[in-house]
C-alpha cells in the first residue's frame, strides 16, 4: 500500500457552514449539487449509479468506501447519477475475487469528483439538525466568496423536474417475450435491478419515456402497468400524473415505487411534501400490515404524502393488491 498524495477540499452548506475534507486521487475539482446522506453499509457502486439520486452530493455514512472494488455488473444505470462524493475513508485498494476495477477507477472513467477524510458523523449529524440543502464540494479552498456566489444560483430541488434527464429517450423491452406477464413501464429514472426483479417474477417489460401517453403504452395491451422511481419533485411531472389518472380509470393493476408512487398519490388527490432529510439506505424498518411483522427495507424517502387517512390506505391497498394480484398471474 502506496502513500496517497491528498489536496485540501471543502464542503461549503447553502447557509454558509463548512466541512473540511482532502480530495480523492489529489485531483483538483469543484460540484454543486443537494448534500443528502445514505446509511447502506454495502452497494456504493449501487448508490452512485441509481438515477434517483442524479445531481446530489452523497455522504457515505459507512466509514470505509471503496475497500471491496466495483464490479461492471452491478449498476442501476449505464453512468454515474450523483454529482458529487463525500466520504470518511475512502479505500485506494480493495479485496475482492469479482471486483474487476477498484473504486478510485471507476470514479475517473466516469469524471466524478470526490472528497474524503470528512468527519461525515458530524456532517450528517448537521443535515439531520438543519435539513438537506445545497452544497459545493471544492479544492478552492482560498476562493470561498466565489464558491458561495456560485452556489446562489443553484436550484433547489423543490418543484425541480429531473425526469427528463435520466429517462430513457425510446422505448425497450426488457425480458423474455413468452413471460406469462405483460407490463408497461413509465421510466421516470428506472433502477435495473427493478427489471430484473419483474424479469425473474415472469414478467415481460416494455419501458417507455418519461413522456409516453397512456394511448401509446396501453397500445402495447399490457396486465399492468408501473411508474418507476427517479429524481427531483413529482408535481412538475404533468404528463405522468396525467397518465396515472387514465391507467386508474381502467381499473387495471397500477403500482409505483418511490417518485412513481407519489405521482399515483398525485393523481389521486393527495399532495406531497418535502422530508426535512430524507431517509436513504438499506436498513430501515417498516410494519408490514398484512402480516403484521417487522421488515428491513431498502429505501430512497424525499417526500411524503398529506391526506385524509382514507385517501391514504386506498393509495397504500392499490399498490399492494396489485403486487399480490400479479403474483397469482405468475403462479397461474
Known sequence: ???????????????????????????????FGEVCFNTGMTGYQEIFTDPSYFGQLMVTTNAHI????????EV????????GLICRNFSYEYSRPIADASLEDFLDKNNLFAISDVDTRALVSYIRDNGAM???????????????RRLEKVP??????????????????????TAPVKIAALDIGIKKNILRNLERRGAYIKVFPFNATFSEMSDWNPDAFFISNGPGDPEPLKEAIEVAKQIIKTDKPLFG????????????GVSTYKMHNGHRGINHPILNL?????EITSRIMVLRLIGKKRRLIRIWKLRTYTLMIKRWRVLE
Open 1 to 31: 500500500m502506496k502513500y496517497q498524495a491528498k489536496k485540501k477540499a471543502l464542503i461549503l452548506l447553502a447557509d454558509g457552514t463548512i466541512f473540511y475534507g482532502k480530495s480523492v486521487g489529489d485531483k483538483d475539482g469543484t460540484a
Open 66 to 73: 471503496g475497500n471491496y472494488g466495483t464490479n461492471s455488473e
Open 76 to 83: 442501476e444505470s449505464k453512468t454515474v447519477k450523483i454529482a
Open 134 to 148: 445545497n452544497a459545493v464540494i471544492s479544492t478552492e479552498v482560498d476562493n470561498i466568496p466565489e464558491l458561495k
Open 156 to 177: 433547489s430541488m423543490e418543484g425541480l423536474e429531473l425526469a427528463s434527464k435520466v429517462s430513457t429517450k425510446e422505448p425497450y423491452f426488457y425480458g423474455d417475450s
Open 257 to 268: 415505487i418511490c417518485l412513481g408512487h407519489q405521482v399515483i398519490a398525485l393523481a389521486n
Open 290 to 294: 398484512l402480516t403484521g411483522k417487522g
